[in-house]
């Protein structure tokens, strides 16, 4: 059974066009993660909420927002994607102490 | 600032040998050290956890060693197989954040 469920799976945007990224989870977690991979590279986190208290990264770019409107679900924000932005997005979710960290399949995004 | 690296970036070994990838962190507070695999265009899935307390953790043909005094871990893989072929990732758990620090992988192909 799926516990973090990104969709969508592949996403194709605009240069410049909005766009937004879903993830939900059923494990109940506090704690819900973004993460940025580009080819190659290590994850990069974005952000991470613990309940509703939002921690961004001090390099997180402004174009990138982040919304959980309850505890199943967050939203990432890509406000105007630019050619840079295209990269695997990974949600991943913790418990109170985040002891293990699941990861959802990503969405794989792509900026034409 | 915590650091993590792995070598090698890249291993490709033929079937049934024995094999070791390593990582290695400059900061040695950490809460605990995960090994990750990485299919190409997937997520993240979860192989073996060690907390900091503990020195090894084996799963099937795998096992994970943690030394925080020299900032070490290895991931041993028993008797390869072509289907253990994916990118191997590992990410320490900060004491005193939620964060997981992660390398940029080791990719490993497995002949047959």
């Known amino acids: 059974d799926a516990m973090v469920i990104q969709n969508p799976r592949y996403q194709v945007t605009q240069f410049g066009k909005p766009v937004t990224l879903s993830c939900s989870q059923t494990l109940n977690h506090n704690v819900m993660y973004w993460y940025q991979q580009k080819s190659s590279q290590a994850p990069k986190l974005l952000f991470h909420y613990y309940d509703k208290d939002f921690n961004n990264e001090a390099d997180t770019p402004d174009n990138f927002q982040s919304r959980r409107p309850n505890t199943s679900f967050c939203f990432l924000d890509i406000r105007s994607p630019g050619l840079g932005d295209a990269a695997m997005y990974l949600c991943?979710?913790?418990?109170?102490?985040?002891?293990?960290?699941?990861f959802g399949p990503g969405t794989r995004l792509t900026v034409l | 600032k915590q650091e993590v690296t792995q070598i090698p970036a890249a291993l490709s070994v033929p079937e049934g040998e024995n094999l070791v990838l390593n990582c290695s962190f400059t900061?040695?507070?950490?809460?605990?050290l995960q090994w990750f695999r990485q299919d190409p265009g997937k997520g993240l899935t979860s192989l073996l956890l060690i907390q900091s307390s503990q020195r090894e953790q084996t799963s099937g043909r795998l096992n994970a060693s943690l030394d925080k005094s020299s900032g070490r871990s290895t991931l041993y893989i028993a008797a390869s197989q072509p289907g253990d072929s994916a990118t191997y990732l590992c990410a320490a758990l900060m004491d005193s954040s939620y964060k997981l620090i992660f390398g940029s992988g080791t990719r490993l192909l497995v002949r047959p």
């Open positions: 991943a979710t913790g418990g109170p102490r985040a002891d293990t960290q699941y």
């Open positions: 900061d040695s507070a950490i809460y605990n």
